[in-house]
């Protein structure tokens, strides 16, 4: 069986996720020209009834979380670092 070319073509799909009127009422994505693109429509209402408003714009990262070095050793670490200690009292009701 042949791969499909997807290129130049695309497909939306309803957003479940939508929280407000600024979020697409439909996501999904577009090849154009070899590249795959994010695509948003909105439903909107003009003089000749409803009507797609589309935006094509690249997929955004997602941010990854800071990796943390804790291969260092205690001797690696800085004296200057503050700290602040507090004095907690318990007390226990029995």
Known sequence: MA???NT???ALFKNDKKESDK???YTG???FGGKDMRLAAWIKE???GKFMSLTVSEFQQKEQPKQTNRSGSLADMS???P???HNRTRAFIG
């Open 23 to 25: 979020h697409p009422d």
């Open 79 to 81: 004296d200057d670092i």
């Open 3 to 5: 791969d499909y070319d």
């Open 83 to 85: 700290f602040i200690q």
């Open 46 to 48: 003009g003089q000749n």
């Open 8 to 10: 130049n073509r695309g």
């Open 29 to 31: 994505k577009i090849n």
